[in-house]
């Protein structure tokens, strides 16, 4: 149901089932319940890639009786079979031991990276644009191809928080006709090493420590610092999520990238080097520092519960699929930089970002841990058109990721798994091992043979064969060791340094700031700010105040770099599909204004939530005002903008014993303010969200400490007047004028 087209209060995301529930258990047998509309699932294909035009509801559990799992109908599932009602219980209850057992293995190993993540399913739509560099069917101009898109953390364990500090997975499953191709990248197009060889450690690092288990899901600790400092070619990744790319608003509001350099093939069998970009319609945008650790507290599914409720609202997320491309010359570097090291880029501004395609994400997944879960990316999944380069630390994810999904999904046959099943038909002779789930015929998986009429047959160039490039490879001895070229660490984060706007500069010191901070070791705190040094005096000198340390003399020449203007987040207006706003008031408001804004809200393609001191509805009539949050629930890190509508009274429960956050009840006093109003107003002041209000609403805001004739706070004649100018200021995000930048 379009958000549009629904009435105002049955268009707020969020409800769990497709259906409002009785209050009464119910008892008449019926059928399960269709999936809310927003959600879908994998594709009905078979475990060998062929359409079975099936309903996606004959994949999912059916019939309106409970059974065992080989379907026998069963009176009770709540007791389990005793010697009488007081005996002990009976070995040959075999519902009991099915349920019991079936519960003891629900839970796969999580993976040891990117394990706390949120998917939807899409479609991309080629432009056509690519055509000259690559054959590649999906890209060919109108093609749609259907997708599942996986967002992800690094660090944490599945149980963490979405809003921690750290690098984000952006990894996309095409189901092509010419098979599945895996776009496996980051939201940071730049990796902490060069060689795969070092993964382990880095994650070792990275991850809690082995001794106590902690710090969860955060690198602000001892060794992930000893190993960057040492190891500096991940200098230029670490710059990055010290940034303010490493807290996203959003996943919707979040860039990818492929991270690697790739080779394209066209049809006439010429070759091009490539970098892969997802830009997001709706721009890049971040949170703050401490707008971030109370997300993280207060609701720590919020990236993955933010992506469910745009789309269920209709607001559906886009990307355009980009690519950067260079000659594909034999030293395989351009404009002096080397593109099989993953910790450099390609300043856009020297290779623009071509667009080739539209993701749209349209589908929540209807359950968790068969697609989110399951779901198994492997970079070297490629189709015709699109090939690998020596990127060395790509020939390392292209072993690691077929092992990986080997342990975690029991066996080789996890590409049987519905949402990791191909679109294309398969014969791959591949036989038997744990949880195959094809019944393959004939009686010769082998080749050659003659006994199932020599088929399987292979495939040429014109029939749509998987051809690797040939390509030359230089005559070299064995070695253990990096090209030359790789040893520069510092003038690509000198680079990203420039790039950056003073406001984003001053966060990137407050960062690093902090997570030296939280380290124990001295001489860890130490060998950073000698990296620091190697980067930028200022940005040292700014983190060796904090620490309270000198700051120390660069060890080598600073680098003659041009600023990259595109690698900034700040500057330009974007479309504000799915915004949430917060409509602050009570009974005594302008419920008029209210009603019209919230019709205003809904029209812009964003969300409008209605806080009040207490749930259920404000006004009466024909057309009440339905209550979304209370000020005990609300917080203004779910808020992209606030608006009051008046100045409401303090709720019955305004008092620290029921609510610690409202502090002091008699700081609201008799007519006053509720406290917890004017901490909302006063964390949305300081995080540089706009805020409004109408019909008296100015002595709220002088009391939660914010001025009225400042940059961002808009006081207007009525509801309707105030939202036109929020809306204006919503589209660069925040009111970058309200933070200090020195």
């Known amino acids: 149901m379009n958000r549009k087209d629904s009435p105002p209060d049955t268009g707020i995301p969020g409800g769990p089932a497709p259906e409002p529930p009785p209050v009464d258990e119910p008892t008449e047998?019926?059928?399960?319940?269709p999936p809310k509309p927003d959600q879908s699932g994998p594709a009905t294909v078979s475990p060998t890639g062929q359409e079975t035009g099936a309903d996606q509801s004959a994949m999912a559990q059916g019939g309106a009786y409970l059974t065992t799992a080989q379907g026998a109908r069963l009176p009770d599932t709540d007791h389990s079979l005793k010697a009488g009602s007081r005996g002990p219980v009976l070995l040959q209850?075999?519902?009991?031991?099915?349920?019991?057992?079936h519960f003891d293995h629900e839970r796969i190993p999580e993976?040891?990276?990117?394990?706390?993540?949120?998917?939807?399913?899409?479609?991309?739509?080629?432009?056509?644009?690519?055509?000259?560099?690559?054959?590649?069917?999906?890209?060919?101009?109108?093609?749609?191809?259907p997708v599942f898109v996986r967002f992800s953390t690094v660090l944490g364990s599945r149980g963490s928080a979405d809003t921690v500090r750290d690098t984000r997975g952006f990894a996309t499953k095409f189901y092509t006709g010419e098979g599945t191709f895996d776009l496996v990248g980051n939201n940071i197009p730049v990796f902490f090493i060069q060689d795969a060889i070092k993964f382990p450690d880095i994650i070792h690092a990275g991850k809690p420590h082995p001794d106590r288990e902690i710090p969860q899901a955060q690198s602000a600790h001892d060794t992930f610092w000893d190993f960057v400092t040492l190891?500096?070619?991940?200098?230029?990744?670490?710059?990055?999520?010290?940034?303010?790319?490493?807290?996203?608003?959003?996943?919707?509001?979040?860039?990818?990238?492929?991270?690697?350099?790739?080779?394209?093939?066209?049809?006439?069998?010429?070759?091009?080097?490539?970098?892969?970009?997802?830009?997001?319609?709706?721009?890049?945008?971040?949170?703050?520092?401490?707008?971030?650790?109370?997300?993280?507290?207060?609701?720590?599914?919020?990236?993955?519960?933010?992506?469910?409720?745009?789309?269920?609202?209709?607001?559906?997320?886009?990307?355009?699929?980009?690519?950067?491309?260079?000659?594909?010359?034999?030293?395989?570097?351009?404009?002096?930089?080397?593109?099989?090291?993953?910790?450099?880029?390609?300043?856009?501004?020297?290779a623009p970002v071509q667009p080739i395609g539209l993701l749209t994400l349209n589908a929540n997944p209807s359950n968790y841990f068969a697609e989110t879960e399951q779901v198994a990316f492997h970079p070297g999944h490629l189709v015709p058109g699109i090939d690998i380069t020596d990127d060395p630390l790509l020939s390392g994810r292209l072993f690691s990721y077929l092992d990986t999904q080997i342990t975690r999904l029991g066996g080789p046959n996890f590409a049987q798994i519905p949402v990791n099943r191909t679109h294309a038909p398969v014969n791959d002779m591949l036989r038997d091992g744990m949880h195959q789930t094809a019944v393959h015929r004939g009686v010769a998986p082998y080749r050659p043979n003659s006994l199932d009429a020599g088929c399987p047959f292979q495939a040429g160039a014109d029939t749509g064969a998987y051809i690797e490039v040939p390509h030359e490879m230089p005559a070299a001895k064995k070695v253990?060791?990096?090209?030359?070229?790789?040893?520069?660490?510092?003038?690509?984060?000198?680079?990203?340094?420039?790039?950056?706007?003073?406001?984003?500069?001053?966060?990137?010191?407050?960062?690093?700031?902090?997570?030296?901070?939280?380290?124990?070791?001295?001489?860890?705190?130490?060998?950073?700010?000698?990296?620091?040094?190697?980067?930028?005096?200022?940005?040292?000198?700014?983190?060796?105040?904090?620490?309270?340390?000198?700051a120390p003399e660069p060890?080598?020449?600073?680098?003659?770099?041009?600023?990259?203007?595109?690698?900034?987040?700040?500057?330009?207006?974007?479309?504000?599909?799915?915004?949430?706003?917060?409509?602050?008031?009570?009974?005594?408001?302008?419920?008029?204004?209210?009603?019209?804004?919230?019709?205003?809200?809904?029209?812009?393609?964003?969300?409008?939530?209605?806080?009040?001191?207490?749930?259920?509805?404000?006004?009466?009539?024909?057309?009440p005002v339905t209550v979304q949050r209370t000020f005990a629930t609300a917080r203004s890190i779910e808020f992209d903008a606030v608006l009051l509508a008046g100045a409401p009274g303090p709720a019955a429960d305004a008092a620290g014993a029921l609510d610690a956050k409202a502090g002091d009840a008699a700081a609201a006093g008799d007519g006053g303010v509720d406290p917890r109003v004017l901490l909302m107003l006063s964390e949305a002041y300081?995080?540089?969200?706009?805020?409004?209000?109408?019909?008296?609403?100015?002595?709220?805001?002088?009391?939660?400490?914010?001025?009225?004739?400042?940059?961002?706070?808009?006081?207007?004649?009525?509801?309707?007047?105030?939202?036109?100018?929020?809306?204006r200021l919503l589209g660069g995000h925040r009111v970058w004028e309200r933070f200090a930048s020195s």
């Open 231 to 350: 190891h500096t070619e991940a200098t230029h990744h670490t710059l990055w999520n010290m940034s303010d790319r490493g807290i996203p608003r959003s996943f919707r509001m979040m860039e990818g990238f492929g991270i690697h350099t790739f080779r394209l093939v066209n049809a006439a069998g010429a070759t091009t080097l490539v970098k892969f970009h997802w830009k997001p319609k709706l721009g890049v945008h971040s949170m703050v520092w401490e707008e971030a650790q109370i997300t993280a507290g207060m609701d720590p599914d919020f990236h993955r519960r933010d992506l469910a409720d745009a789309i269920e609202a209709g607001a559906h997320p886009q990307w355009e699929l980009g690519i950067q491309t260079f000659p594909d010359n034999p030293e395989q570097t351009f404009e002096g930089i080397d593109l099989l090291d993953p910790t450099n880029i390609v300043p856009e501004e020297l």
């Open 480 to 550: 253990r060791e990096a090209p030359d070229s790789f040893a520069d660490h510092f003038s690509q984060p000198r680079r990203f340094w420039l790039s950056m706007t003073p406001v984003e500069q001053q966060h990137i010191i407050a960062a690093y700031s902090f997570e030296l901070g939280k380290c124990y070791e001295q001489a860890v705190k130490e060998r950073g700010l000698r990296v620091l040094a190697n980067i930028d005096p200022e940005l040292c000198a700014g983190v060796a105040t904090a620490l309270g340390l000198p």
């Open 555 to 623: 060890s080598q020449p600073l680098a003659t770099v041009e600023p990259s203007p595109a690698l900034s987040q700040i500057g330009q207006t974007w479309p504000l599909d799915g915004r949430v706003i917060g409509i602050v008031a009570d009974a005594g408001c302008d419920l008029d204004g209210v009603r019209s804004v919230r019709r205003a809200v809904f029209d812009a393609g964003m969300v409008p939530l209605v806080v009040a001191p207490s749930g259920g509805e404000l006004g009466g009539g024909a057309e």
């Open 686 to 727: 300081r995080h540089g969200k706009a805020l409004g209000g109408w019909a008296g609403a100015e002595s709220v805001l002088r009391a939660a400490g914010v001025p009225t004739d400042v940059p961002g706070v808009v006081t207007g004649h009525s509801g309707d007047a105030t939202l036109t100018e929020v809306t």
């Open 29 to 33: 047998p019926r059928r399960p319940l």
């Open 111 to 145: 993976r040891v990276v990117h394990a706390r993540g949120a998917a939807a399913h899409g479609v991309f739509k080629g432009y056509g644009t690519a055509a000259e560099v690559t054959k590649a069917a999906f890209l060919a101009k109108g093609a749609e191809t």
């Open 93 to 101: 209850d075999h519902h009991l031991r099915e349920k019991i057992t």
